[in-house]
């Protein structure tokens, strides 16, 4: 398992900016390597969906 950070970024910010420190929402898991991203995007639309709604999102996987 690994660790997969999700950051929820305003539209507002460029991709590049959206970091740790910069986002409106931090959220991170344990994830299988092989799925990291899709594993993000399955937990953002059933448990941050809300959270999620006009903003940009932004899944790192692995030491981060």
């Known amino acids: 398992m690994i660790e997969a950070i999700i950051l929820i970024c305003g539209l507002g910010l460029d991709a590049s900016a959206c970091t740790v420190g910069t986002a409106e929402d931090v959220i991170r898991i344990k ?21 999620a709604q006009g903003r940009q999102m932004k899944v790192l996987c692995g030491k981060v």
């Open 31 to 51: 994830v299988q390597p092989a799925i990291c991203a899709m594993a993000a995007q399955t937990v953002v639309a059933s448990e941050a969906g809300m959270r």
